[in-house]
């Protein structure tokens, strides 16, 4: 009798313990999924998954929109080595709610990729596995059906190569669960290096071409269209 009372009682600390973490596990990320869970749901190639995981049953209609732009405030699909940009996520849907957000920015063998500097209004930046993630501090409340979020990002070095976001949004009905919400589908956006090349007036007339620009240890000079002119300055 004693030894049935107690496998009854161990099955039900059992059934508790695994009661208390699916709760942990499916509990809400409303600071963050890096900052709560130390997870990567952006979708990208090195995430854990995406939101849509966990956070079911809403119906907002909800959409991302990934924008990078210049310091003119412009659109961008391409950058210059360690210049400064801002990095929109628009997470909108048919109807409000409260917004969540989580984006990655990696080269081609998936590590960091620039670095980001700073964020706007219910952003933070939180840093797994030595990569930078931007995402929402907070559920981000908004009256007109969406919520950006913005991060200050600051572009690679020269000869990085095309980077790409990684993001997904989310709409919460914030109560502290994960029922009732809805992730959008997961976005990207690669943005190609711009290595320009300037040309100038040569000597005798020639028109010479001077590459990498910006330079860094070395630049190069061809003549176009003849062969009178080439070469390279070492050590500038």
Not at 55 to 69: E, V
Not at 96 to 122: E, I, M
């Amino acid at each position: 009798m004693y030894k049935a009372f107690v496998t009854r009682h161990r099955q039900l600390l059992l059934l508790v313990l695994f009661g208390f973490s699916t709760a942990l596990l499916f509990q809400s990320s409303s600071s963050g999924p890096a900052e709560d869970k130390s997870i990567d749901r952006t979708g990208g190639p090195i995430s854990n998954a995406d939101c849509s995981g966990c956070h079911t049953g809403g119906s907002f209609g909800s959409t991302l929109s990934i924008t990078m732009k210049d310091g003119q405030g412009a659109s961008v699909t391409s950058y210059l080595a360690g210049e400064t940009y801002t990095l929109e996520a628009v997470v909108s849907g048919a109807s409000g709610g409260a917004y969540g957000f989580q984006g990655v920015v990696l080269n081609a063998n998936d590590d960091q990729a620039g670095d980001f500097t700073g964020t706007g209004s219910a952003s933070q930046l939180v840093t797994l596995s030595g990569v930078e993630y931007v995402e929402h501090n907070a559920p981000a409340v908004s009256t007109n059906n969406s919520f950006t979020f913005e991060a200050t990002w600051v572009a690679p070095v020269l000869g990085t190569g095309d980077v790409t976001v990684y993001a997904t949004g989310m709409i919460v009905n914030d109560n502290g669960g994960t029922s009732g919400d809805e992730a959008t589908t997961p976005g990207s956006l690669t943005i190609t290096e711009n290595n320009p090349t300037a040309t100038i007036e040569g000597l005798n007339g020639a028109l010479v071409k001077i590459y990498p620009n910006p330079a860094q240890d070395y630049i190069s000079l061809s003549e176009i269209n003849s062969s009178r002119i080439t070469g390279s300055i070492n050590n500038i």
